[in-house]
């Protein structure tokens, strides 16, 4: 039995099939026509399909819904990429509101964010946070007419607590497909709030966002010492220099090599460091190293 932890190539996420590398497109929006399409074509070149947006983003400089403009404008002038990318976006985040998950908002927000994308379906539409105000019924009321109309294949969350999912999910009579929360090597809390436990439960597809803590997790930083993240790269530079890989593809390894981790969306604005990131998924860990990142998280021992 071979010592390293398994690392898939592909996940499931609903009726769908990915990469586990997902790419975001938070960083996106202020990228040219010609840019974002390098970016895009990155991805899918070494299998990164599933692509991870949100209407809100973009907001301020240059303005909201403009990274799914970007994107729109490479699907429109490459038809063809359409359906090879199982496309995510989300709705709900209205600066200063700051969330609105009214029905009749999000149902809008869904045909905005279907115009700018120059598509027809978008394939996983996510609450990409929970608005306190709405009721579960009113945003399953959402989402259920949104399905049924065929604007949306399926249904997701992101950055909802394990009882706000399951609150949801009892309301609507087709299974929520995604749980997309921040998780990294400093970012552990999905492993003890319930979050991975849930994902597993009800199968939903975890999406782990800003796997890489933003770039704080990337060879070249060293944290300040003493902090969570001198900690961490102590020892993800260890796993990098056995496998001979940067220390980004240690931390998305990590992230990776958890049973419920399906996928990590990934935000470099280099197509270089697009097509790299895929060596994670050749990263050696034994679940002695996997445990050292979680300690040196934590600042002690597993107990
Ligand atoms: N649901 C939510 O609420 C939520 C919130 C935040 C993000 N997200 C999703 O998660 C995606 C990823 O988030 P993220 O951009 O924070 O992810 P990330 O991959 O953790 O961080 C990306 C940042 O790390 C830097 N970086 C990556 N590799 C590097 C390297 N080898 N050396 C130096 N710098 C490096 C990038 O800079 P360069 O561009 O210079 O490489 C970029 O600034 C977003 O695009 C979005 O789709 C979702």
Same mark, same amino acid.
């Given at each position: 039995?071979?010592?390293?932890? &398994?690392?898939?190539?592909?996940?499931?996420?609903?009726?769908?099939? $990915?990469?586990?590398?997902?790419?975001?497109?938070?960083?996106?929006?202020?990228?040219?026509?010609?840019?974002?399409?390098?970016?895009?074509?990155?991805?899918?070149?070494?299998?990164?399909?599933?692509?991870?947006?949100?209407?809100?983003?973009?907001?301020?400089?240059?303005?909201?819904?403009?990274?799914? /403009?970007?994107?729109?404008?490479?699907?429109?002038?490459?038809?063809?990429?359409?359906?090879?990318?199982? %496309?995510?976006?989300?709705?709900?985040? #209205? &600066?200063?509101?700051?969330?609105?998950?009214?029905?009749?908002?999000?149902?809008?927000?869904?045909?905005?964010?279907?115009?700018?994308?120059?598509?027809?379906?978008?394939?996983?539409?996510?609450?990409?946070?929970?608005?306190?105000?709405?009721?579960?019924?009113?945003?399953?009321?959402?989402?259920?007419?949104?399905?049924?109309?065929?604007?949306?294949?399926?249904?997701?969350?992101?950055?909802?607590?394990?009882?706000?999912?399951?609150?949801?999910?009892?309301?609507?009579?087709? &299974?929520?497909?995604?749980?997309?929360? /921040?998780?990294?090597?400093? #970012?552990?809390?999905?492993?003890?709030?319930?979050?991975?436990? %849930?994902?597993?439960?009800?199968?939903?597809?975890?999406?782990?966002?800003?796997?890489? $803590?933003?770039?704080?997790?990337?060879?070249?930083?060293?944290?300040? &010492?003493?902090?969570?993240?001198?900690?961490?790269?102590?020892?993800?530079?260890?796993?990098?220099?056995?496998?001979?890989?940067?220390?980004? #593809?240690?931390?998305?390894?990590?992230?990776? $090599? #958890?049973?419920?981790?399906?996928?990590?969306?990934?935000?470099?604005?280099?197509?270089?460091?697009?097509?790299?990131?895929?060596?994670?998924?050749?990263?050696?860990?034994?679940?002695?190293?996997?445990?050292?990142?979680?300690?040196?998280?934590?600042?002690?021992?597993?107990?």
């Amino acid at each position: 039995m071979t010592n390293a932890l &398994p690392i898939a190539r592909d996940a499931r996420i609903g009726p769908f099939t $990915a990469g586990r590398i997902a790419y975001g497109c938070w960083r996106f929006a202020g990228s040219t026509p010609d840019e974002a399409t390098a970016k895009i074509e990155a991805a899918l070149s070494v299998g990164a399909n599933l692509i991870d947006t949100a209407a809100i983003y973009g907001f301020g400089d240059p303005g909201f819904g403009a990274a799914e /403009e970007k994107l729109g404008g490479v699907l429109k002038a490459q038809p063809g990429l359409r359906d090879q990318i199982v %496309l995510v976006t989300k709705a709900g985040i #209205h &600066p200063p509101l700051p969330y609105d998950s009214r029905a009749e908002n999000l149902i809008d927000s869904c045909s905005g964010s279907l115009k700018r994308l120059e598509t027809d379906r978008i394939d996983v539409f996510l609450i990409h946070r929970p608005d306190l105000l709405a009721s579960y019924d009113e945003v399953a009321e959402a989402l259920t007419h949104l399905r049924a109309a065929g604007k949306i294949r399926e249904a997701g969350v992101s950055n909802f607590t394990p009882a706000q999912t399951r609150a949801l999910q009892s309301k609507l009579d087709f &299974p929520l497909v995604v749980s997309q929360p /921040e998780f990294s090597a400093v #970012h552990t809390d999905p492993l003890t709030d319930g979050t991975t436990d %849930l994902a597993q439960e009800l199968g939903l597809a975890l999406m782990a966002w800003s796997p890489l $803590a933003g770039g704080r997790l990337v060879s070249g930083q060293r944290g300040e &010492p003493g902090s969570v993240e001198a900690r961490v790269l102590a020892v993800l530079d260890e796993i990098a220099s056995e496998n001979g890989v940067g220390i980004d #593809h240690a931390a998305l390894a990590w992230v990776l $090599a #958890h049973p419920a981790a399906s996928f990590a969306i990934i935000g470099t604005q280099s197509p270089d460091r697009i097509r790299d990131s895929v060596r994670a998924l050749d990263v050696k860990l034994s679940r002695r190293d996997w445990y050292a990142v979680l300690e040196a998280a934590r600042g002690e021992p597993m107990p």
